[in-house]
């Protein structure tokens, strides 16, 4: 009980400081609170940024099971935002890791997510 309230607590805080970044106009200043998102939240921005997605995947191994999908989530919303503010390579890239981890989290999820669904079928059609 104490852990699922954790988890709902830190998913709620990121959740919160995402959309105060996210409203920032400066990019460059937009793009330094989106690393420093990573580092609190997730792990080391510099990995996630150039690890193969085998490599991502495995990096949630050692993450609790309990926790491993909302961590999940939480770099799959961190993807998507930065996508957002990228061009070129940088923005496919990112695009694809987002639709993979969101992909994976609606496989494996026993919660279904309409905004999830939603931002699948965005990242779909930016890609094509």
Do not use: C, W
């Not at 993807?79 to 940088?90: R, S």
């Amino acid at each position: 009980m104490l852990e699922r309230d954790y988890i709902m607590r830190l998913t709620r805080e990121f959740a919160a400081a995402l959309a105060l970044v996210l409203e920032k106009n400066e990019i460059k200043s937009k793009k330094q609170k989106l690393l420093e998102l990573y580092n609190s939240y997730i792990g080391p921005s510099a990995f996630y940024h150039t690890a193969s997605m085998d490599d991502i995947m495995d990096s949630f191994e050692s993450i609790k099971e309990s926790e491993r999908l909302y961590k999940m989530e939480m770099l799959a919303e961190l993807y998507y935002a930065e996508a957002d503010i990228e061009t070129g390579p940088t923005r496919h890239m990112l695009l694809e890791k987002a639709f993979t981890m969101f992909s994976f989290i609606d496989s494996n999820s026993k919660t279904y997510s309409i905004d999830r669904i939603n931002k699948i079928y965005d990242i779909n059609k930016k890609l094509e």
